[in-house]
């Protein structure tokens, strides 16, 4: 299915379902590895920390695109960081049909020279509109670092407003 079709699927379906549409299920948000709350609510806005490609408390991926991860792998580890970060949406609004993604900031670990970075952030930018259709498209950032917290390629921070 193309990103339009499924996009313009998930605006008939709830966030949830379009996530099942796909094969995804929406994980339970990761703890705070450090001194910082996951995400932070302020009226109808919400903020996320920067979100990692975490699956069942081990980090799915590390290491460097350009070097040891390949772009596949990149966009593997956004989509898992999209993940993470719906499900803190999801804890700091109660329900992600009335959330809507605002921005995302996005930053690659990579070697010097490395210039992909929007190829593997489509991976996160692309799961957002299938899953909220029209309320996913977003704003976003893309910058790559040469060290990364905990030596992962990607991380995902986001910017949602809560609507009726």
């Known amino acids: 299915m193309t990103a339009m079709a499924t996009a313009g699927k998930a605006s008939s379906l709830g966030v949830l379902e379009s996530l099942a549409t796909l094969g995804l299920v929406l994980p339970g948000p990761p ?3 450090a001194a910082y709350e996951p995400w932070q609510r302020m009226g109808n806005i919400i903020t996320t920390s ?11 991926c ?5 070097e040891s991860v390949s ?3 990149g966009v593997a580890a956004a ?3 999209a993940l993470n970060g719906m499900a803190q949406l999801q804890q700091a609004a109660g329900d992600l049909n009335h959330v809507r993604i605002v921005r995302v900031e996005g930053h690659v670990g ?15 930018s692309e799961l957002l509109n299938a899953a909220f259709g029209e309320r996913g498209r977003h704003a976003r950032t893309a910058q790559g670092h040469q060290v990364m917290p905990l030596n992962v390629p ?5 910017w949602a407003e809560v609507i009726p």
């Open 110 to 124: 990579c070697v010097e020279g490395f210039d992909a970075m929007p190829v593997v952030l489509n991976g996160a």
């Open 31 to 33: 703890v705070a590895v």
């Open 62 to 66: 590390v290491g460097r695109l350009g």
């Open 71 to 73: 772009i596949e792998e």
């Open 50 to 60: 920067f979100q990692l490609p975490w699956v069942d408390g081990k980090l799915a």
């Open 79 to 81: 989509r898992i960081c």
């Open 154 to 158: 990607v991380m995902l921070g986001f």
